[in-house]
């Protein structure tokens, strides 16, 4: 069964640092870009950021509001993408979604999302 | 204040039709970029529903369609059903980077 799931979610205080975790299982890792979306409470959707296959170079790019503190790395040796997010603001407090990015045959729409992980920023 | 455009709620009888507009701009939609739509049921992840404007993914009932023109694109839902009672989302690229409507709660009355 082709899966995302994330961990690492979890209350933390204003400017401290958190990194969650996005294991993957039934596809094989390395060949998709994988992005990562948030949603805080009764919010839609935002993106967050995505890094790109090693296919296509492994580089990442990140929403306007997180750049500069949250990085996206991958170990494709282990099925896993990261989330590290540094200097957190209480407007960071969302559901975290993990997703994979579907490639040209579902024209690049994110076709697999995790159950999502909870970060509470708060003091 | 997000880059597309939705209705923030439609609602619709069991077995009408409904449609959830998204609109975008010249640098968007109007761009040439796919549009995709997602469906949030209550308390869970996003599911894609529509990928590439109009295509259904495998298990998606073909009540649900989606279509695209100009800076705009419209998600069609025929037949409602109860269980369609949810918050839906379309997305866009905008400079090669996601963008995302607001999203639409769909209530069945």
């Known amino acids: 069964e082709v899966q995302l799931v994330e961990s690492g979610g979890g209350l933390v205080q204003p400017g401290r640092s958190l990194r969650l975790s996005c294991t993957a299982s039934?596809?094989?890792?390395?060949?998709?870009?994988m992005s990562w979306f948030r949603q805080a409470p009764g919010k839609g959707l935002e993106w967050v950021g995505f890094i790109r296959s090693k296919a296509y170079g492994g580089t990442t790019e990140y929403a306007a509001s997180v750049k500069g503190r949250f990085t996206i790395s991958r170990d494709d040796s282990k099925s896993i993408a990261y989330l590290q997010m540094n200097s957190l603001k209480t407007e960071d407090t969302a559901v975290y979604y993990c997703?994979?990015?579907?490639?040209?045959?579902?024209?690049?729409?994110?076709?697999?999302w995790g159950q999502g992980t909870m970060v509470t920023v708060s003091s | 204040q997000s880059v597309l455009t939705q209705p923030p709620s439609v609602s619709g009888a069991p077995g009408q039709r409904v449609t959830i507009s998204c609109t975008g701009s010249?640098?968007?939609?109007?761009?040439?970029?796919?549009v995709h739509w997602y469906q949030q049921l209550p308390g869970t992840a996003p599911k894609l529903l529509i990928y590439?404007?109009?295509n259904r993914p495998s298990g998606v009932p073909d009540r649900f369609s989606g279509s695209k023109s100009g800076t705009s694109a419209s998600l069609a839902i025929t037949g409602l059903q109860a269980e369609d009672e949810a918050d839906y989302y379309c997305q866009s690229y905008d400079s090669s980077l996601s963008v995302f409507g607001g999203g639409t709660k769909l209530t069945v009355l």
């Open positions: 010249s640098s968007n939609i109007g761009a040439g970029y796919d």
């Open positions: 997703t994979r990015e579907g490639g040209v045959i579902k024209n690049d729409a994110f076709d697999i």
């Open positions: 590439g404007n109009s």
């Open positions: 039934g596809f094989t890792f390395g060949d998709y870009a």
